[in-house]
């Protein structure tokens, strides 16, 4: 195949950090790391598509735990993935302004960005606290008639069901502290290890340097706010969506997110089989406009970590769902 060649850039424009001011009079700041494919996707022509991809924490786009993420995503869709960061003034976070959505002031300036690098196509990736932020960010861009969004893959998203604070909490301890053990348990231990290692690390080196600003614990206590909620904005969606949830996950459980009660009545009246009952109910319940719903639960290392120890096969089956659709639709189109 032939090599991808990435459109010229400065490095100074690479890695610069872009700042915003939101109507809201809150300025914002983006940063990012740009993943370019190291081989040409056949029927991929346009440099002006894009994957952008908002990771869980406040994590850096440039930590070694997203390398491995924004390179298999860049690889599988054969266009260049940007991993962002969003910080909001320090005057934002530190006022108690309850009639401004934080989240979606977030999401706001992620669009900025995009509207800025002059992308004609979009596929949005959220993963753990990014999912919310995405679930905001299509509800922003998808009736722009400048940008089409191609759809919207939650990895470990929240947002789509209601959890109780303190238990939240509890199953973010439990998953961490089972993690390491699921991953001593599989095949290729070195290479998972490393990913396991790396992400520890690059987790406690984000949560310790944020914790020496003033606004951590604020910021912090948003984000589980934010985790705790259902997103009503989900029903608004109007492109495709693919929710990827491990099996062993329990800070987002499957069965939360669809009842297994709410599974055996549609396999009952319908006669469907488990996976077209699940998604005939996410439909129907959650993403009631978006016209294609599929939902992955892998068990192979399902805990919440899984987009970070399995990042090809994450990427593998998300994109290629999408474009299973959009040749579905062409087809159906001619």
């Known amino acids: 195949m032939e090599g991808f060649k990435p459109p010229e850039r400065s490095p100074e424009e ?9 109507e809201s009079g809150i300025d914002a700041v983006v940063s990012s790391k740009c993943f370019y494919p190291q081989k040409k ?5 346009s440099q002006h598509n894009a994957i952008v ?3 869980g924490l406040n994590m850096d786009p440039g930590a070694s735990m997203l390398k491995n993420l924004g390179n298999a995503y860049a690889e599988s869709s054969g266009e260049e993935t940007h991993i962002l960061k969003v910080e909001l003034s320090k005057e934002a976070e530190n006022k108690k302004i309850k009639e401004i959505d934080l989240f979606y002031e977030e999401a706001l300036a992620v669009s900025k960005f995009i509207k800025e690098k ?11 606290i990014g999912g919310p932020r995405v679930i905001n960010l299509v509800h922003i861009l998808q009736d722009d008639s400048s940008l089409n969004v191609n759809g919207v893959i939650l990895l470990g998203s929240p947002g789509l069901y209601e959890q109780d604070p303190g238990e939240l909490k509890k199953n973010l301890l439990k998953d961490s502290l089972a993690t390491p053990l699921e991953v001593l348990k599989r095949q290729k231990v ?6 396991g290692f790396n992400a520890m690390v690059d987790v406690g080196s984000s949560l ?15 984000d589980f706010s934010e985790m705790e909620h259902f997103n009503p904005r989900i029903s608004e969606i109007k492109v495709p969506v693919v929710v990827v949830v491990g099996t062993l996950d329990r800070v987002i459980e499957v069965n939360k997110i669809i009842p297994p009660v709410e599974i055996e009545n549609i ?6 089989s488990v996976v077209l009952a699940r998604e005939k ?9 978006s016209p294609y719903v599929r939902m992955v639960t892998p068990t192979k290392m399902g805990k919440h970590g899984l987009p970070v120890f399995r990042p090809e096969q994450v990427a593998n089956v998300s994109i290629g769902l999408l474009q299973r659709y959009h040749r579905q639709d062409r087809n159906n189109s001619t």
């Open 267 to 272: 396999q009952r009246s319908v006669d469907d």
């Open 41 to 45: 996707v056949p029927g991929i022509e």
């Open 208 to 222: 310790f340097i944020n914790s020496l600003g003033t606004d951590f614990r604020i910021r912090i206590k948003r």
């Open 118 to 128: 002059g992308f004609s196509q979009v596929t949005l990736v959220g993963y753990s």
């Open 190 to 195: 070195v290479r998972s290890f490393m990913r």
């Open 281 to 289: 109910y996410l439909k129907e319940n959650l993403f009631k406009n």
């Open 53 to 55: 991809f908002l990771p």
């Open 14 to 22: 690479e890695g610069k950090s872009r700042n915003y001011k939101l």
